[in-house]
């Protein structure tokens, strides 16, 4: 199995930079596709970004794009979340996961969720 365990997350004010991380271990996922989700307080879990771990093709969330960029690093078997520009709006818990479901970037593979690391942005 693949486990996925979150962390870098904090609290910035408005207009900073944090950078969130996702280590992998525990099986194999280079032929995989990887994503950030967050889920704010009363709401639905929303879709950030997700990388192709062989291409490194990217994509993201229009409420994200222009400021977080996603990327990996194949020999620590992690995945980054820059961010910049902090809202907000941004606050949130943010988990990383497998993507693909319904043939989707935007969809998880599985319903199967970590603890995920809390991003709280003051104003």
């Known amino acids: 199995q693949v486990q996925l365990v979150e962390s870098g997350g904090g609290l910035v004010q408005a207009g900073g930079s944090l950078r969130l991380s996702c280590a992998a271990s525990?099986?194999?996922?280079?032929?995989?596709?990887l994503g950030w989700f967050r889920q704010a307080p009363g709401q639905e879990r929303e879709f950030v970004a997700a990388?192709?771990?062989?291409?490194?093709?990217?994509h993201y969330g229009d409420s994200v794009k222009g400021r977080f960029t996603i990327s990996r690093d194949n020999a620590k078997k992690t995945m980054y979340l820059q961010m910049s520009s902090l809202e907000p709006e941004d606050t949130a818990m943010y988990y990383c996961?497998?993507?693909?479901?319904?043939?989707?970037?935007?969809?998880?593979?599985?319903?199967?969720w970590g603890q995920g690391t809390q991003v709280t942005v003051s104003s």
């Open positions: 525990g099986g194999t996922f280079a032929s995989s596709v």
């Open positions: 990388i192709s771990w062989i291409g490194g093709s990217t």
């Open positions: 996961a497998q993507v693909g479901g319904g043939g989707s970037y935007t969809k998880p593979l599985f319903d199967s």
